[in-house]
T-cell receptor
């Protein structure tokens, strides 16, 4: 089954609101990464959190990792219309490759 | 650096034809990945290379798919013969290990993708 499943599948909010996306996975990991994909483009790396970290910040992004629950969340604060994109979590199990989830489609209305 | 370069950006072909997708990874990166993305199946890892050697090709759907990496700056993904169900966006990505003997996979840098349509 899919390692790394995002929730919700789609999220629609107004500009200025916060957006929270969740990711669950099944096996132990070395790190978890979040990527963003704008329509018609390749994926762009946003942030990486290692298995021994619990929280990480980057600008308006905040990522948490709970290894006991095998889950992560991505929070985008004060969202902007330009944040409209698909967001993917990806897990690294130490094999040299990442396993991506199905993604959350975020729509931010101006 | 120009980032990961893929060509062509769009390819339209007829069923049964051979299709070759090309990728130039970021200079100095020692991992190269080929992915396929469709609405139905999402983002799937097809194959990846480390130092030009294929490490895991378990995601390659059929023998019709083959990938090569003759040198550190070039890789191809070939489909022969192509079928309509191969229609998808194919991404190439590259990464590097930050530290010697590191166990973490570094972030992956994706190319713009090749949109393949097989009629």
């Amino acid at each position: 089954s899919q390692q790394g499943e995002e929730d919700p599948q789609a999220l629609s909010i107004q500009e200025g609101e916060n957006a929270t996306m969740n990711c669950s996975y099944k096996t132990s990991i070395n790190n978890l990464q979040w990527y963003r994909q704008n329509s018609g483009r390749g994926l762009v790396h946003l942030i990486l959190i290692r298995s021994n970290e619990r929280e990480k910040h980057s600008g308006r992004l905040r990522v948490t990792l709970d290894t006991s629950k095998k889950s992560s969340s991505l929070l985008i604060t004060a969202s902007r219309a330009a944040d409209t994109a698909s967001y993917f979590c990806a897990t690294d199990r130490g094999s040299g490759k990442l396993t991506f989830g199905q993604g959350t489609i975020l729509t931010v209305h101006p | 650096d120009a980032g990961v370069i893929q060509s062509p950006r769009h390819e339209v072909t007829e069923m049964g034809q051979e299709v070759t997708l090309r990728c130039k990874p970021i200079s100095g990166h020692d991992y190269l990945f080929w992915y396929r993305q469709t609405m139905m199946r999402g983002l799937e890892l097809l194959i990846y290379f480390n130092n030009n050697v294929p490490i895991d090709d378990s995601g390659m759907p059929e023998d019709r798919f083959s990938a090569k990496m003759p040198n550190a700056s070039f890789s191809t993904l070939k489909i022969q013969p192509s079928e309509p169900r191969d229609s998808a966006v194919y991404f190439c990505a590259s990464s590097s290990i930050l530290r010697p003997l590191a166990i973490d996979t570094d972030t992956q840098y994706f190319g713009p993708g090749t949109r393949l349509t097989v009629l």
